[in-house]
């Protein structure tokens, strides 16, 4: 599904009016798909129910006359609540004037703001930024005083469709109806944590209007595409060997969650190269995978000496994860180096890999091997001298100059995840706060080393593994709880939910 800024979305609009439709056509269609969205959602509970449609000055507000009397006509106590004065723009007076002789009560909000069961959102949709200044302050003060279930119309007001910024006292929906197409407010911090659940409403807008390249959404259907059918005489040398470069004395739980990942996500053989400090913790939980313990330093993590055995192991590997758990000193930025520049096939960069990368940024220029860094908004920032701040206001930017500029697939974690590989940008919507604790990120870092271990290109293993890891997330969840839910019983279920790709 694509993603789509102000400017994009209202080219496509424009596009549509020039081949198609005229603007009123366009607002009716679009009016009578978000009633249609909010009938099937709610039903009968909407009968006689005391419902406020919110209504602005611009052209968002001509769906809300088009919901309002919809909603009305269903046997809803709906009403159209005035915030800017009565219309002026042509197409939304139209409807306006359509709604008032359907006998829809229209107020405005400075006169009479009752106690209402739903409100519906029709005030700005794609066309704020800024602050909400006066009435709108108080409008969405109001709102969100209000024990009404909200729903907003194509973005919750108050927050930017483009940035994904978010004013004081923005409008926090329950749910949230995106026309077309899904929108930056959609998937950005900080607007997308005030859109609640969002769906998708098509309005008859013809594909040869979409003209540009868009942020995409990962889909189970891309996910499906990446995987073959697994042949009748397939053996263990059939899916790969994974290395697993992982651990250190204090932090062996990264290197066997990334490995346990790892084995859940169809690898044929997995080799965890270990410290010796960590391996006898690490050996009493795992039982599959091929061990490799190697010398240590005084801290407990990899010596530099551990260089010649990786060299041992290169040629035998078909995707390496590297960094999991392996702290950052002197030593271990040494052997990072070592096995980038030594390295030929897929190396997922993770964690403390990434860290290591941070202190001598120069050891990717030009290595031979594909890269996938995996950082969270605080790696990320070290990695380019900035603060988290600044990473979560430019997500995707960010993410694709990076990427671009050193030829690497680049995974942003965090909550509707970005994977780019400098061109195309994929955001993510499976996934939800269960993941937001330690060790989810070492899964998804075995995750894609599995994928891309079995052949599958590195920025499709990136997007296969994003995705089902959210999905693990989202069942573990709803079997348990998001405050209850640990990352072993996500990698227990990876197992089963790897059915998606067969």
């Known amino acids: 599904m694509r993603i789509l800024t102000t400017d994009q979305i209202r080219k496509v609009e424009n596009l549509c009016f020039e081949r198609y439709y005229n603007e009123a056509e366009l607002m009716l269609k679009a009016g009578n798909a978000c009633a249609d969205s909010i009938i099937n959602r709610y039903g009968d509970s909407l009968v006689n129910a005391e419902i406020s449609v919110l209504c602005g000055g611009g052209k968002n507000a001509g769906d809300g006359f088009v919901i309002a009397r919809r909603l009305f006509a269903f046997g809803a106590r709906a009403k159209i609540v005035l915030c800017a004065g009565e219309p002026t723009i042509a197409e939304p007076l139209l409807y306006f004037n359509q709604a008032v002789k359907s006998r829809v009560p229209v107020v405005d909000f400075a006169d009479e703001h009752t106690v209402c069961d739903y409100i519906v959102d029709c005030m700005f949709g794609i066309g704020f930024h800024g602050e909400a200044r006066a009435p709108f302050d108080k409008i969405f003060k109001t709102v969100g005083e209000s024990e009404a279930e909200v729903i907003a119309i194509d973005t919750p007001s108050g927050t930017n469709s483009t940035t994904g910024e978010a004013c004081e006292n923005c409008v926090c ?64 040398g059939s899916f790969g060997h994974q290395l697993n470069i992982c651990g250190s004395r204090t932090m062996f739980g990264a290197a066997v969650i990334a490995t346990k990942a790892a084995v859940r996500s169809g690898a044929g053989l997995v080799k965890l190269m270990i410290p010796e400090s960590a391996y006898p913790l690490a050996a009493a939980h795992l039982t599959q995978p091929i061990f490799k313990p190697v010398k240590y330093n005084a801290l407990g993590t990899f010596s530099s000496a551990c260089a010649a055995d990786f060299d041992e192991e290169k040629d035998w590997a078909t995707s390496i994860v590297l960094g999991c758990g392996m702290g950052v000193n002197a030593d271990t930025v040494a052997l990072c180096e070592h096995i980038l520049k030594n390295s030929t096939c897929p190396i997922i960069l993770d964690a403390d890999g990434i860290n290591c990368l941070s202190q001598r940024i120069n ?16 790696e990320m920032a070290r ?8 990473i979560q206001q430019d997500r995707i930017n960010i993410a694709k100059t990076f990427a671009r500029e050193n030829n690497t697939v680049l995974v942003l974690k965090g909550a509707n995840t970005v994977v780019t590989d400098g061109q195309s940008v994929f955001v993510n919507t499976t996934g939800n706060p269960a993941l937001a604790m330690g060790g989810t990120g070492d899964m998804l870092a075995g995750m894609i080393g599995a994928f891309a271990a079995q052949g599958i290109e590195p920025l499709n293993a990136a997007k296969a593994a994003v995705y089902l890891h959210g999905l693990c997330g989202d069942v573990a969840a709803q079997k348990l709880s998001q405050r209850g839910a640990a990352v072993s019983d996500m990698t227990e279920l990876l197992g089963t939910l790897m059915s998606v790709c067969e």
């Open 173 to 236: 929906a329950d749910f949230t109806i995106a026309i077309s197409t899904l929108k930056m407010a959609h998937v950005l911090p900080p607007a997308n944590a005030f859109c609640g659940e969002v769906e998708t409403v098509t309005i008859g807008i013809p594909e040869d209007c979409y003209e540009d390249e868009y942020v995409l959404t990962i889909t189970e259907e891309d996910v499906k595409s990446c995987f073959n059918k697994r042949g009748k005489n397939a053996n263990k």
């Open 363 to 378: 050891m990717i220029e030009g290595i031979k091997a594909p890269i996938v860094l995996t950082p969270h908004p605080g």
């Open 383 to 390: 990695l380019i001298s900035k603060t988290p701040a600044e």
